[in-house]
């Protein structure tokens, strides 16, 4: 089992900046491919960005130039710095792990964080 705990997410203004965090523990041997997810009020869960164990990231359109993943792999860690944030990227943010090579739709991830709320404000 691995056990995943996200920190970092809260209020900001529209135009500023995040980092959220997520440390993974367990059996981590197992984990391959780790992300991020996002859920908006009355939306499906989805995919916002992911990294391989070999530092192959890719992201949404949404986010792409204003996010950028991470991975520490000796610390077990996985972050998501949020820049020019927009109203639109409110939403809780979930983390992710998974013993494939990659994530996929959500329904298939092997584990996930609790979320931790991001709040955009205009």
């Known amino acids: 089992q691995v056990h995943l705990v996200e920190s970092g997410g809260g209020l900001v203004q529209a135009g500023g900046s995040l980092r959220l965090s997520c440390a993974a523990s367990?059996?981590?041997?197992?984990?391959?491919?780790m992300g991020w997810y996002r859920q908006a009020p009355g939306k499906q869960r989805d995919l916002v960005a992911a990294?391989?164990?070999?530092?192959?990231?890719n992201y949404a359109d949404s986010v792409k130039g204003r996010f950028t993943i991470s991975r520490d792999n000796a610390k077990n860690t996985v972050y998501l710095q949020m820049s020019s944030l927009k109203p639109e990227d409110t939403a809780v943010y979930y983390c992710?792990?998974?013993?494939?090579?990659?994530?996929?739709?959500?329904?298939?991830?092997?584990?996930w964080g609790q979320g931790t709320q991001v709040t955009v404000s205009s």
């Open positions: 992710a792990a998974d013993r494939g090579l990659r994530l996929g739709p959500s329904s298939l991830v092997d584990y």
């Open positions: 367990g059996s981590i041997f197992s984990i391959n491919a």
């Open positions: 990294i391989t164990k070999g530092g192959s990231t």
